[in-house]
């Protein structure tokens, strides 16, 4: 049997913990008819800091159903990222 004892203290660490959750956001990429997978591989490597397979992974999900979520944080890091891809010409935005 398990028991759980919480204090004050725990129950607002545990509300922090749910309310920055809150506050995550996600890249969506999208797919196009535009760019090639290299070109998509190589941006998610370079500016959302994928490695080699994360980043072909998600090209593969992005051609296959449109879209994937590329990168989750706060807004506020997610911003620049998602318009450098966006100047690279990919198709994103946060969500």
Not at 47 to 64: F, M, N, P, R, S
Request: proline letters at 2%; a negative charge.
């Amino acid at each position: 049997m398990i028991t759980f004892h919480y204090t004050d203290t725990e129950e607002f660490l545990e509300l922090d913990v749910l309310t920055k959750e809150e506050h995550e956001k996600n890249i969506v990429l999208y797919n196009d008819d535009v760019n090639t997978f290299e070109w998509v591989i190589e941006c998610l490597t370079k500016y959302c800091g994928h490695d080699l397979i994360q980043a072909e992974q998600c090209a593969t999900l992005v051609h296959y159903t449109g879209k994937c979520a590329v990168k989750n944080g706060p807004f506020e890091k997610l911003k620049p990222i998602c318009e450098t891809l966006l100047e690279k010409g990919l198709s994103a935005e946060i969500n």
